[in-house]
């Protein structure tokens, strides 16, 4: 069956960086295009970056373009997400996202950013 496992979350203080990773299973990883959300205590769930099957695209939201990257490694079957100049507005639950005819989600890694 498809897994997500993410991994990489922590608390870290405002200006610092996280690296987060999913690491993916049950599913031909390098056909699909990959993405990052985030929930935020008491808000909805938001698209933080997709990045396409073989990496050669990448989109972003307009508050994280410029902060974080995300890209992958199709031979180790993951998904990254550098997160860069963290802000305490970037604190959320961060979850990668696939859609291969459905739609999965991993359990999710908190970010916490607080001095």
């Known amino acids: 069956q498809v897994q997500l496992v993410e991994s990489g979350g922590g608390l870290v203080q405002p200006g610092g960086s996280l690296r987060l990773s999913c690491a993916a299973s049950?599913?031909?990883?390098?056909?699909?295009?990959m993405s990052w959300y985030r929930q935020a205590p008491g808000k909805e769930r938001e698209l933080v970056a997709t990045?396409?099957?073989?990496?050669?695209?990448?989109n972003y939201a307009d508050s994280m373009k410029g902060r974080f990257t995300i890209s992958r490694d199709n031979a180790k079957k993951t998904v990254y997400l550098q997160m860069n100049s963290l802000k305490p507005e970037d604190t959320a639950v961060y979850y990668c996202?696939?859609?291969?005819?459905?739609?999965?989600w991993g359990q999710g890694t908190q970010v916490t950013v607080s001095s």
């Open positions: 049950g599913f031909s990883f390098s056909v699909y295009a």
């Open positions: 996202y696939v859609r291969t005819g459905y739609d999965y």
């Open positions: 990045i396409s099957r073989l990496g050669g695209s990448t």
